[in-house]
């Protein structure tokens, strides 16, 4: 079994900061990916930010400049630090870990979602 725990929601005034973070747990044998999702209120969840292992970034058009992922590896944790904060960034926010299991196999796990609110 395989358990991603996302922390770090909170309500923020617009300009404001937060920073989250995400831990995997359990049968790993290997992170391929991780990343940060956003689910709006009516809206699909799309991605924030996610790296891979090896070493690729990738940014939504609209948090470049002002959210920064980062990762320890070696403790399979993920951060999102997000800065200068807009209330189009409420939402909930959920940890995605693509892994490698002990049984070989490859799957995308998710965390249970942590609630972001910036006001204007």
């Known amino acids: 079994q395989v358990q991603v725990v996302e922390s770090g929601g909170g309500l923020v005034h617009a300009g404001g900061s937060l920073r989250l973070s995400c831990v995997a747990s359990g049968s790993i044998v290997s992170i391929l990916e991780m990343g940060w999702y956003i689910q709006a209120p009516g809206k699909q969840r799309d991605l924030v930010a996610s790296?891979?292992?090896?070493?690729?970034?990738h940014y939504a058009d609209s948090v470049k400049g002002r959210f920064t992922i980062s990762e320890d590896i070696t403790k399979n944790t993920v951060w999102l630090q997000m800065d200068s904060l807009k209330p189009e960034d409420t939402g909930v926010y959920y940890c995605?870990?693509?892994?490698?299991?002990?049984?070989?196999?490859?799957?995308?796990?998710w965390g249970q979602g942590t609630q972001v609110t910036v006001s204007s």
């Open positions: 790296f891979t292992t090896g070493g690729t970034t």
């Open positions: 995605n870990a693509y892994i490698t299991t002990m049984d070989l196999r490859r799957k995308d796990y």
